[in-house]
């Protein structure tokens, strides 16, 4: 089956030109399934290319999924066209308001690691949406900065500031191959990173929690949270193969006005030759890490959405 989005988001022409399956509204009503919701708290200033990653990745399954986008209500982006932003997405208090429950919610991570989260502008609504997820949605993924941001809210898990920038593809270990997330990974694999800051082995341990991918070198990667029934990525499965290339070159590009040391990102370009293609060598595991989620979701998910909050069903981790 395929995901569901409205014909004129610059995703549904994007994803069809992929060979990804996508839908009309008007199509979708044709099917007697109920689909599964999944919403998008897009924090990323390039809202459009934010979408294109991560419908790719939760497109890809068998069943039927509706997307919605989300944004946080007075936070204003700068980067994403205001007529965009008024037909695609709802501000996060309208949501609310409106009483409706998701199966799942993708939290992404967003440009503002250097400040502390209680100084983030919009971070009392962010934490309100934290605690709005354990009543009205099924399970939750916090990807990057809005992964931290979770465990911090609920664990009280700091992040640490790093002297230098974790930037490139490394390698990681899964320590957890039996858990359904991790169905068909590899022993280890590689994964983009793109980070000035990091979260803890010991202390994400100490707080009960299980680091599912670990890499020796940037640390953990991917954490699970039953009690909240939420998921936790630090680093970047959904990204495309040019991007980090394109944060390469926006560093560069900033170098000019600030004069920061800009590095090379690690394992990516062939030979260290930015000229070269990079390959990507995660998308694999990106589609298994999703499908495996939006899997999980589909098997636990109460038939009745409005029973999400009110009766407890456990994700089977």
């Known amino acids: 089956m395929p995901i569901k989005l409205p014909s004129h988001l610059p995703a549904f022409d994007a994803l069809s030109r992929e060979g990804v399956m996508v839908m009309s509204e008007d199509q979708a009503m044709r099917q007697d399934i109920r689909p599964l919701r ?10 459009i290319q934010t979408e294109n990653q991560f419908a790719r990745l939760i497109g890809a399954t068998p ?45 992404t991570g967003a440009p503002i690691e250097h400040l502390d989260f209680e100084d983030v502008t919009y971070w009392d609504e962010l934490t309100q949406v934290f605690d709005w997820t354990q009543t009205h949605v099924h399970s939750t993924f916090g990807v990057c900065w809005g992964g ?48 000035w800051t990091e979260m803890r082995k010991d202390e994400i341990e100490a707080s009960g929690l299980r ?22 990525v630090f680093n970047h499965f959904e990204y495309d193969s040019q991007s980090l290339r394109e944060e390469y070159e926006r560093d560069l590009a900033s170098n000019q006005v600030d004069g920061a040391t800009i590095q090379l990102p690690v394992n990516y370009f062939p030979d260290d030759d930015p000229a070269k293609t990079p390959l990507n060598r995660w998308r694999g595991h990106a ?9 999980e979701i589909y098997e636990t998910t109460p038939f009745d959405i409005a029973r999400i909050g009110v009766e407890r069903t456990d994700l089977r981790l």
């Open 63 to 107: 069943l039927q999924i509706e997307l919605s986008l989300i944004r946080m209500s007075e936070h204003q982006t700068r980067n994403t066209a205001a007529e965009h932003m008024a037909a695609f997405y709802r501000p996060f208090e309208q949501v609310a308001a409106s009483g409706e429950k998701f199966d799942g919610l993708i939290i």
């Open 287 to 295: 589609h298994l890490l999703y499908g495996n989620w939006i899997s």
């Open 148 to 195: 931290m941001a979770m465990i911090n809210h609920f664990h009280g898990v700091p992040k640490h500031l790093l002297d230098q920038k974790l930037f490139g593809c490394y390698r990681h270990m899964n320590f957890e191959p039996q858990n359904p997330l991790l169905r068909g990974f590899s022993d280890d694999l590689v994964m983009p990173v793109s980070r």
């Open 38 to 47: 999944i919403g998008l708290l897009n924090l990323m200033p390039k809202k």
């Open 211 to 232: 680091i599912l991918l670990h890499s020796g070198e940037v640390g953990p990667a991917l954490v699970e949270d039953p009690a909240h029934r939420a998921l936790y």
